[in-house]
């Protein structure tokens, strides 16, 4: 059926020329140039619950296909015609364009399915056809909901939680694909997880959504693993809700600029990269040192929460900035910072640092890492690290040492000196490493005890723990680790392995301990010797005894046979030629955590999240433990990923 030469034809022509060349464009990658289907590529959804929604306007950039394949080679993938123009195809297109160009404009609404939050269209492809061409943003749509199985999938989790954000705010613009994300997004915009939104509100978000979208399509390229969703979530890590909705276009298409590699780290599948050894190029001559511009003097400023005399932390941090000072006098200047103890304090704190000539900051604890964050996006001249693990930002670097090496040694001490076969462990937080230093320590326990059993208690929780383990028997404990190198606090029984004699003396036996100021050192003679990490990548350093930033403080109430051999498996770790993991080891429920054949890598260390046979006890969830704690847990936590955003005193 030949057409008249009008607008709408011409317009047609345009649409056909773009299907034509993206089509083409698509095959030459090995890639469809058509719709995809739902019935071929989800036939499971034939046997899913269906649910009829009202009429409502749906995002067009969401409607990505057909419910089945009758009209699928019309359109090219973005769903741009693709019959000839003489075609009846073309002369129902070429109308719907004029009604679209007229004062009538299309008012039908369209028939689609609506499957994991994307759209395939039943009926009315020629109007999605029209209004994507001419750049609609929503569509009318008559939709239908397909329901999945709930499973233990996060993506079916999330969407879930997605129907739940659906049905209180209509807002279909918005797609998580791991669980908890819809919670945490409605604390950050102030909004409680039952409560209705106005239509005010709801156009507010919408509209600051896709500017931000806008915003985040038009600074570059990133790979699927990142999406809108999760740089608006990074975002509002760093501004506030008001801050978004209010921001001017290029306004804030900067500050996103100033988050883009933050981003892209996150666009990485292996997010972080766990650098185990320091890596100082101390090979460069200075001549190639100063060609390549690179500095011989640091201004470094430590940010604690607290001060010495408050936080046994925080005078390791301090010591070991005093070490750092002493042993590199001619390559550092170094200032100290105290009680920074809330987000804004500590953002002001490292603004006056940054101001004085700061061109290191270290933040000495992980609930520095949110100011810290902020920070880094305000001074991006400025190199910043935080003492923290597995945090996917490139702008800022974390740090920790590998503490369960240390306790792998204390381990085997308390196995030996346990002659009923019962060792006490007292555990600090539920976050990310500690299940590896519980672990090593069992491991430890049962090289010199084998059949022994590890009781576990935590600090964290409403537990009297030495005395809940007195009351089981238990006569050799381990309590928290000794904070900076010195025997001394070993003394009192509250740091470290100990033994209970006879007649209740605690008798000291030996702890793990940090060696802070050898981290910090390890780091600036990096930084000084001109080794620099990708802009666009996460690193968390995460040292151990071949290091030198971990090491072990024992009494000398350790029998002489048991110190030599703990002395022995030491310095193996020291010379990097032990790997306590290199063993089978068993978890509670019977699953294999280590085969030990092929190793454990350090992202699997760190997000251990299951405990040994050996140990009865388990892990604590967030609302077990003290509400003082629960900062902390839902920082670095575990099962973070299980906590739902709230306040906490």
């Known amino acids: 059926m030949a057409v008249s030469d009008t607008s709408g034809k011409n317009e047609y022509l345009k649409a056909r020329s773009l299907a034509l060349k993206e089509k083409r464009e698509l095959e030459a990658r090995k890639l469809t140039g058509l719709p995809p289907v739902l019935d071929e590529q989800h036939p499971e959804t034939a046997r899913m ?206 500050a996103l600029s100033g ?26 001559s200075v001549i190639q040192k100063l060609i390549a511009g690179v500095p011989k003097h640091r201004n470094i400023a430590f940010v604690y929460q607290s001060d010495p005399g408050q936080s046994q932390w925080t005078r390791g941090h301090s010591e070991g900035a005093a070490y750092l000072s002493h042993i590199m006098p001619d390559a550092v200047t170094v200032t100290e910072h105290f009680h920074a103890d809330t987000e804004e304090t500590a953002e002001q704190i490292i603004a006056e640092a940054a101001a004085g000539g700061a061109e290191l900051v270290f933040t ?12 880094a996006v ?74 022994a059993r590890i009781l576990l208690e935590w600090t964290c929780t409403n537990v009297d723990c030495l005395r809940t383990l007195r009351e089981k028997g238990v006569r050799v404990i381990s309590n928290r680790d000794v904070p900076v190198p010195d025997a001394n606090y070993l003394r009192n029984g509250n740091y470290g392995t100990f033994l209970i004699g006879n007649d209740g003396e605690l008798v000291p036996l030996a702890s793990p301990c940090w060696m802070w100021g050898k981290l ?4 600036v003679r990096s930084v000084l010797a001109g080794s620099a990490e990708k802009k666009d990548q996460a690193v968390n350093y995460w040292w151990g005894m071949d290091s030198g930033v971990i090491d072990v403080t024992l009494s000398d109430r350790v029998p002489e046979g048991v110190r030599a051999l703990a002395g022995i498996l030491t310095d193996r770790l020291k010379k990097g030629a032990l790997d306590p993991f290199a063993q089978k080891l068993a978890a509670q429920d019977g699953s294999v955590i280590s085969d030990g054949a092929t190793g454990l890598t350090s992202m699997e260390l760190l997000k251990m999240d299951r405990l040994a046979e050996s140990v009865e006890g388990r892990i604590p969830e967030y609302d ?26």
């Open 364 to 375: 000495t604890t992980p609930l520095l890492l949110n100011a810290t964050l902020k920070s």
């Open 520 to 523: 910090y050192e390890n780091i």
């Open 259 to 284: 988050l883009w590699n933050d981003i892209m780290a996150a666009s990485e599948p292996d997010t972080v990269k766990v650098n185990t050894v320091p890596a100082i190029d101390e090979k460069k």
């Open 378 to 451: 305000k001074y991006p001249k400025v190199r910043f690290y935080n003492c923290s693990a597995c945090q996917p930002l490139s702008s800022v670097k974390s740090y920790y040492c590998r503490t369960y090496e240390g306790k792998f040694i204390t381990g085997v001490i308390a196995g030996a000196l346990a002659e009923n076969g019962l060792v006490g462990y007292v555990g600090s937080y539920p976050i990310l490493g500690v299940p590896a230093s519980i672990n090593a320590f069992a491991l430890g326990v049962r090289m010199t005890n084998p059949r």
């Open 624 to 649: 077990e433990v003290f509400e003082m704690s629960r900062a902390l847990v839902r920082e670095l936590g575990v099962h973070r990923e299980r906590v739902k955003p709230g306040t906490e005193d």
């Open 49 to 254: 619950a269906v649910t009829e929604l009202n009429v409502q306007d749906i995002p067009a950039d969401r409607v990505i296909g057909t419910k089945s394949a009758g009209r699928m080679n019309a359109f090219s993938a973005s769903f741009l015609p693709l019959m000839d123009a003489d075609s009846e195809f073309a002369y129902k297109w070429i109308m719907l364009c004029e009604a679209h160009l007229s004062d009538t404009g299309i008012r039908d609404p369209i028939v689609c399915y609506e499957y994991l939050g994307s759209f395939y269209v039943q009926e009315g492809n020629k109007r999605v056809s029209v209004l994507k061409y001419f750049g609609a943003v929503r569509i009318p749509a008559k939709v239908l909901r397909i329901l999945p199985a709930k499973t233990n999938d996060p993506r079916i989790a999330a969407y879930y939680e997605f129907v739940d954000f659906h049905r209180l705010t209509g807002i279909w613009d918005v797609q998580f694909r791991k669980p908890g994300e819809f919670a945490r997004l409605l604390h950050l915009i102030g909004k409680k997880s039952d409560e209705e939104w106005t239509d005010n509100e709801i156009r507010r978000f919408n509209t600051a959504f896709h500017y931000f979208r806008e915003a985040f399509s038009g600074l570059g390229t990133v790979k699927k693993e990142v999406s809108p969703e999760d740089a608006l979530m990074l975002f509002l890590d760093v501004y506030t809700y008001e801050q978004l909705a209010s921001m001017p276009q290029p306004k804030l298409k900067k």
